[in-house]
């Protein structure tokens, strides 16, 4: 099973963009911290959504801004100019809630599901 789940803060504002198919995706960051015996430690993920979840993202997420993020570990493998071989492991993010703060009370947000992930969830 290969499944993330985790919240943070938005490092930045989400970037969106449109690959070569037409697709729409967005790509961010989210920093997650926590406080533990040697102090305070902060991890950073970086994260991908597509379709509407990336339209959602890219008009409601903000730097700063709190999120709910679950998706599956996707590990991107490339080598440099030099020859060089690098790794990085990403969540493709599936779902992602979005923390609204409003005068009254914050309220989560999240948007429909995408049915371009329904063949990718094994029930």
């Not at 993330?4 to 911290?33: C, M, R, W």
């Not at 533990?36 to 991908?48: A, I």
């Not at 979840?53 to 080598?79: C, N, P, Y």
């Amino acid at each position: 099973m290969n499944v993330a789940i985790i919240s943070g803060n938005l490092v930045a504002d989400p970037e969106k963009q449109t690959g070569k198919t037409g697709t729409v995706y967005a790509q961010f960051t989210v920093a997650e911290s926590r406080k533990g015996p040697s102090g305070e430690k902060t991890n950073f993920f970086s994260c991908t959504c597509f379709g509407k979840t990336a339209e959602f993202l890219s008009e409601h997420g903000r730097k700063g801004g709190r999120v709910w993020v679950e998706g599956e570990l996707s590990q991107d493998t490339w080598q440099d100019q030099e020859g060089k071989k690098h790794s990085q492991v990403k969540i493709l993010a599936m779902r992602v809630e979005v923390e609204r703060r409003e005068k009254t009370a914050p309220a989560r947000k999240q948007p429909e599901p995408d049915p371009m992930f329904d063949d990718l969830i094994p029930f």
